[in-house]
């Protein structure tokens, strides 16, 4: 079996071992599966957030699947971390590179890693100063803590996205709804993050949410997906009928728009899928993926890997706490850069929401 996970040319291969998978076309990449936590642990965390009404974005996030946080970081701040991504996407030797000039937008100008998806997570990108500060903004971190109703917290080592509008030479990109949790876990485990760095308009790219489907992901995969076709790594992609089946149930499909300084939360029992800008927008999408979960979440052999993942500085996938993916340095055109450009600043609390000191 071989199973898509983007529309990109990227494939899962399922090798020996069922705790760990590589990709066919990227061996730097290794997704290592870690034990869960029990249900009850992962119930108990989210039972006050259900049990009642918060009169704030908790509510959207409960009832719709996803949530906009309105100038979660000050916009000049927001504007300034947008700047630092493009020095960061320039510092491969690649000088033709002109963010004011769209003719430069190609792809032999942009960092020599995932071009062809957008997102970047290779070369220390997830460790850079100004990721790490993003992420650590308080209006970032403090509304994860307010989800969540606790302050020890493990963040994601996730991708930066810088995505050009109307590039000559990008492949064409597909919806590919999907949700990024397996049905075996049938509870609140992850919520993703977008930090927003530049405006996302209609005619822009951005974050496509189909409405109220977390509520019904569990009815989904009981009455829609065979049981033997349930994958237990987080990541399960739609078909054409089984997003009409959403549809058909209720869940609109919206296209999230938000400005620079924004947070984007969304429930990884949402069903979504990233939109490229259309050829009307003239906005080059920049975001950061940033996710945090309890840190209770994390088993000790999970903690371990996220240890060695951060001292390498590794990337992940969204998942902060458990299935964590190594993205390291690609083994195809290698380029030697065993750190971050510049080295976020190694805090007491940043090395406890890196998972390399505990709590
Ligand atoms: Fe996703």
């Not at 997830?126 to 971190?141: C, I, N, Q, S």
């Not at 296209?255 to 924004?262: A, I, L, R, W, Y």
Request: net charge negative.
């Amino acid at each position: 079996m071989t199973t898509t996970v983007t529309n990109s040319t990227l494939t899962l291969e399922p090798i020996s071992t069922k705790s760990v998978r590589t990709y066919k076309d990227s061996p730097g990449i290794v997704v290592k599966k870690t034990k869960s936590v029990p249900n009850e642990i992962i119930d108990a965390q989210s039972a006050s957030l259900y049990s009642k009404i918060h009169n704030d974005w908790r509510d959207d996030l409960v009832r719709d699947g996803y949530a906009v946080i309105k100038n979660a970081i000050p916009k000049d701040r927001a504007e300034n971390y947008q700047q630092e991504a493009f020095k960061w996407m320039k510092s491969f030797g690649n000088d033709e590179l002109d963010f004011d000039d769209p003719k430069t937008w190609r792809k032999e100008n942009l960092p020599p890693v995932d071009a062809d998806i957008n997102a970047y997570n290779c070369y220390g990108v997830t460790h850079e100063k100004f990721v790490w500060d993003a992420r650590m903004e308080p209006g970032v971190l403090g509304e994860f803590e307010k989800l969540w109703g606790t302050d020890e917290l493990l963040a994601s080592f996730d991708a930066l996205n810088v995505t050009f509008p109307n590039r000559a030479d990008a492949p064409e990109m597909k919806p590919w709804p999907h949700f990024d949790q397996s049905p075996f876990k049938p509870g609140l485990h992850c919520v993703q993050g977008i930090i927003s760095l530049s405006n996302h308009g209609p005619a822009d790219g951005g974050l496509v949410v189909y409405r109220g489907s977390n509520n019904l992901f569990n009815k989904f995969f009981a009455t829609q997906v065979r049981k033997e076709d349930w994958d237990e790594f987080n990541y399960y992609q739609l078909s054409e009928s089984q997003l009409k089946w959403f549809i058909d149930n209720g869940c609109e499909e919206i296209k999230v728009n938000c400005e620079p300084g924004d947070l984007v939360l969304w429930d990884s029992r949402t069903c979504h899928w990233g939109m490229v800008p259309t050829e009307k927008s003239n906005t080059i999408r920049t975001v950061i993926y940033s996710c945090f979960t309890p840190a209770k979440f994390a088993s000790e052999e999970a903690l371990d890997t996220k240890k060695e993942l951060f001292e390498s500085f590794s990337g992940t996938t969204h998942w902060p706490h458990a299935d964590l993916t190594a993205v390291r340095n690609p083994v195809i055109k290698p380029i030697h850069r065993p750190q971050p450009l510049s080295m976020p600043e190694l805090s007491d609390k940043l090395l406890k929401l890196a998972g390399a000191k505990h709590y």
